[in-house]
């Protein structure tokens, strides 16, 4: 969507305040728990995280490529329609259109 109007810096701050607040007291929480040894007793293997990781980038990149091949498949069509409307205006003159 194309705004003619400038958005000011406080107006986009005011719009992303509860986001900014949120992930501020996420992160302060996750450092007092790391600090004071909450965290520290859970040990997860590091070829668990590789193989999550690996799945994880598989499924995304597979998404990623449907979702291009969907518009890619719409931008065909819609040149298509485009395509057929000009042919279809250029069959007749404009006198045989009656256009008010």
């Not at 705004?3 to 302060?28: G, P, Q, V």
């Not at 979702?67 to 719409?74: C, Q």
Request: proline share 3%; with cysteine; aromatic share 16%.
């Amino acid at each position: 969507m194309l705004l003619n109007k400038r958005i000011s810096i406080f107006d986009f701050l005011n719009t992303i305040k509860f986001d900014i607040l949120f992930i501020a007291c996420y992160a302060i929480l996750v450092g007092f728990m790391d600090q004071y040894g909450f965290l520290s007793k859970i040990s997860i293997p590091i070829g668990l995280t590789g193989v999550f990781g690996t799945a994880v980038a598989l499924l995304l990149g597979f998404r990623t490529n449907q979702a291009y091949d969907r518009w890619w498949e719409t931008r065909i069509i819609w040149g298509a329609i485009v395509n057929d409307s000009r042919t279809l205006v250029r069959q007749y003159p404009p006198e045989q259109l009656h256009i008010v």
